[in-house]
């Protein structure tokens, strides 16, 4: 169930926490914590973001150092209670797909193996977007997903990692949306996202976007590499 983290335990809590490559280290060692509903991870690429995320979404195991996220220590237990989106190498999507084989495709992952998979309409369609674009016009079933615009993509991408309710959803590459009216859109719907209840942690280049996340739902945290 959303929005069920206990305000006394800290949505994320990094306490010396690192991660070593072949070729040395790729961040850390890292403490840090965030008691807000938003989390700005900020550094230049090549920061060790990407894998700070992962760590933070369940998805990699750190080398030293303990984690917590919503009060869950075991990387299983987080990847239960996290989604993820805008990971090049994870949650990419096919150009040549239709948004409505893209969701069926998802939805059938998602769904319990006794369950069929219902055929996708304009109605399923608007159901499964209507969380993560909110009040904004969704792009219909049968558009290519080659015709997404960069914001457009990134919200399909986030209504993708919704279909599995999780509690928490954690973002890479949020800067990767050039256009500052793209990215301040994005950022509404995010910042709304938290507001309901599903806390965001996101990485980002810029420090300007800490701003575009700062609303009704709080001032974010910020942890700095």
Known sequence: MRGTHVSATPVI????????????????????????????VLGPRGSGRTSLLLCIAGRMKPGEGSLAVLGETAPSAIRRRTGIAGFEAVDALEPAVTLGATLRERLAWALPWYRRTPRMTPQLSRELLAEAFGHLEQPGP?????????????????????????????????????????????????????????????????????????????????IEL
Do not use: K
């Not at 859109?185 to 700062?214: F, K, W």
């Open 142 to 222: 049968d558009t290519a997903v080659h015709d997404l615009g960069p914001a457009d993509e990134m919200l399909v991408r986030i209504a993708l990692a919704l279909i599995e309710q999780p509690d928490m959803l954690v973002i890479d590459d949020f800067d990767a949306l050039r256009d500052p009216a793209e990215r301040a859109t994005v950022a509404g719907r995010l910042e709304a996202l938290a507001r309901r209840g599903i806390p965001i942690a996101l990485a980002t280049t810029d420090p300007g976007d800490i701003g575009l996340l700062a609303g009704a739902a709080g001032e974010p945290a910020v």
């Open 13 to 40: 809590d990094l306490q010396q926490v690192s991660v070593r490559g072949p070729r040395g280290p790729v961040f850390g060692p890292l403490t840090a914590r965030s008691d807000s509903p938003v989390t700005v």
